[in-house]
């Protein structure tokens, strides 16, 4: 659920800054490149692509790293010293 939260989060941001900033921005300007006959919508794509890559990117390392720190569920019966009151 969190990862989810993370990915639309930097998904809009990168998306909104590639729109706002008319700087071209790999991958979506080789998306500009392909779709040069609809001048129109073009920048809306490139900016959609951006946010997709860029989301992914970021949910991947999030996921990654919530992963390195949390402990373990499972443990071993063995290891379990019985409790007596």
């Known amino acids: 659920m969190r990862g989810g939260m993370v ?3 930097f ?3 990168f998306s909104a800054a590639s729109y706002a900033i008319p700087v071209p921005i790999f991958p979506g300007n ?6 040069t006959s609809i001048p129109e919508i073009s920048p809306l ?3 959609v692509v951006n946010g997709i890559v ?3 990117i970021v949910w991947l390392v999030f996921i ?3 992963k390195n720190f949390e402990e ?3 443990t071993d019966a063995k290891d379990k010293k019985p409790s007596h009151f």
Request: proline share 4%; charged share 0%; with cysteine.
């Open 7 to 9: 990915f639309l989060i």
């Open 11 to 13: 998904f809009v941001l």
């Open 30 to 35: 080789m998306i500009l490149s392909l779709f």
């Open 45 to 47: 794509i490139s900016s």
């Open 54 to 56: 860029y989301g992914c």
């Open 64 to 66: 990654l790293v919530i």
């Open 72 to 74: 373990p569920q499972v």
